[in-house]
């Protein structure tokens, strides 16, 4: 598997911890998705998350900093 490089996921602004937090938000989404539809997979859900984020089907939200 070709690992994401963090400068593909990241789009400019948004920051490594706030793109932590949302691949492990997203992994956990998944989790429940495979737990609730009794799917079995070889595939890690935090692996599944990194490629979403990577084919920019989910973006990191922040505000914006004009304080």
């Known amino acids: ?3 994401a490089s963090l400068d593909d996921m990241l789009s400019g602004k948004e920051s490594r911890y706030a793109l932590v937090i949302g ?3 997203r992994a ?3 989790a429940d998705e495979f ?4 799917v079995i997979t ?4 935090v692996l599944l ?3 979403d984020f990577k ?7 922040e505000p ?3 304080d």
């Open 1 to 3: 598997m070709k690992r």
């Open 23 to 25: 691949v492990a938000k």
């Open 28 to 30: 956990r989404e998944i």
């Open 35 to 38: 737990k609730e539809e009794g």
């Open 42 to 45: 070889e595939e890690k859900p």
């Open 49 to 51: 998350a990194i490629e």
């Open 55 to 61: 084919n920019h089907k989910y973006n990191i939200l």
């Open 64 to 66: 914006d900093d004009e």
